[in-house]
């Protein structure tokens, strides 16, 4: 059984930063594509940041070059770091594994609260 763990999120001022940490089991990030998302109240669910299946990465582009995305093999476990935060970066943020039809996986997420 695959399960996606979020840890991290929180409340920061504006300019603050956060790290989100996802924990995987049941499966590796190896071949898949894995990432972070965000939905915010109201609004739909949006990419933040993700690897393809290549090893490529993609950001959103509101988060580029403040977001970066990492990952720890050996601890199974993804991160998110978020920097120079802004109040429109608040929303839930989801990690996900992507490993093909049927077989698309969702943590519970976490909030992350950013003040002005």
């Known amino acids: 059984q695959v399960q996606l763990v979020e840890s991290g999120g929180g409340s920061v001022q504006t300019g603050g930063s956060l790290g989100l940490s996802c924990a995987a089991s049941?499966?590796?990030?190896?071949?898949?594509?894995i990432g972070w998302y965000r939905q915010a109240p109201g609004k739909a669910r949006e990419l933040v940041a993700a690897?393809?299946?290549?090893?490529?990465?993609v950001y959103g582009g509101p988060v580029k070059d403040r977001f970066t995305i990492s990952t720890d093999n050996a601890k199974n476990t993804m991160y998110l770091q978020m920097n120079r935060l802004r109040p429109e970066d608040t929303a839930v943020y989801f990690c996900?594994?992507?490993?093909?039809?049927?077989?698309?996986?969702w943590g519970q997420g976490t909030q992350v609260t950013v003040s002005s």
């Open positions: 996900n594994i992507f490993a093909g039809p049927g077989r698309d996986y």
């Open positions: 049941g499966t590796t990030f190896r071949g898949n594509t």
């Open positions: 690897f393809s299946r290549d090893g490529s990465i």
